[in-house]
């Protein structure tokens, strides 16, 4: 039976870190496929993990734990014909809830062995009043505090604690039971999303919620493209991301710089940036997307 993992998170969070640091080390003797998923119509990520894996399916403009959900179902049954994974990774969007992508595994015939939620731990308490974050980390049976080189001790405490209070305040029912059940998980620390092996073996059945509440609207979260003619310099790109509206929680593409072989990703999160990992094969323009 094929074995899949559902990677959920914030926007930001660092799911295809966790990917491309974690999942490329720990199952190496495997046959892995990617399912990508990405909010709007110009997606990055999936860009990102083809540098990595031959087999990387994007699913963009739209959700897939909603509007996706049939071309996602069909598109798997067709990457399973195509490809026969023994493995597959699901990276949902920022927005997305993880139990109809779940739910959708299930109905083709696949094992979930874990739903993996990424915490931005440095950022965390500036979204973790969001809805569908809460929802993200009540349904997941593996917690990842990512960034954790970005806070201090005191600081991921405080972070731990926050995430424990959810899982006890959000209580995943199980389906084939109407008594509440305390959920099993497992919470990991990570930088680069890098985590032990462990993860990727399984620590118990995901839970499986009584009935789907979904209450997360992706209206609330606007997208904007922005283009640039021309190579930029490092200060001006340095310019660019240090004046973003402060509306602008996520930022994200591929720029081509002066002086670099190599276009380079770009991202942002909740004012803090990086780039310079090379987009070796991009040819196109130079774009950032920027979500509200």
Do not use: W
């Amino acid at each position: 039976m094929i074995s899949a993992f559902v990677v959920t998170g914030f926007l930001g969070s660092g799911k295809t870190s966790l990917i491309i640091n974690s999942v490329k080390e720990h199952l190496k003797d495997k046959k892995v496929a990617i399912v990508v998923n990405e909010f709007g119509e110009v997606g990055v990520d999936g860009k990102i993990l083809k540098n990595v894996y031959s087999e990387v399916l994007e699913l963009s403009e739209g959700c897939i734990c909603c509007k996706l959900s049939a071309e996602f179902e069909s598109s798997v049954r067709r990457l399973i014909q195509d490809y026969n994974p023994e493995v597959l990774i699901v990276e949902t969007s920022g927005v997305a809830e993880p139990f109809p992508i779940v739910f959708s595994l299930k109905t083709l015939g696949l094992f979930v062995d874990g739903v993996i939620c990424v915490i931005d731990s440095k950022n965390f308490p500036k979204y973790k009043e969001d809805d569908t974050a809460k929802y993200q980390l009540a349904t997941s049976n593996v917690v990842v505090l990512n960034k954790t080189d970005l806070v201090s001790k005191e600081e991921l405490e405080k972070v731990k604690e926050e995430v424990k209070k959810i899982k006890e305040k959000y209580k995943v029912v199980n389906m084939f039971s109407p008594e509440e059940k305390e959920s099993f998980y497992k919470i990991y620390e990570a930088t680069y999303g890098k985590v032990p092996a462990e993860v990727f073996k399984g620590v118990g059945k995901p839970v499986e919620l009584k009935e789907h509440l979904h209450f997360h609207s992706h209206d609330s979260r606007k997208e904007e493209v922005v283009t640039f003619d021309r190579e930029l310099t490092e200060e001006e790109l340095v310019n660019f991301l240090k004046n973003l509206p402060k509306e602008v929680i996520r930022a994200k593409g591929i720029v081509k710089l002066k002086d670099y072989p190599f276009p380079v990703f770009v991202h942002y999160v909740f004012g803090d940036y990086d780039y310079g990992m090379p987009a070796e094969n991009y040819e196109g323009e130079s774009f950032l997307v920027l979500i509200r």
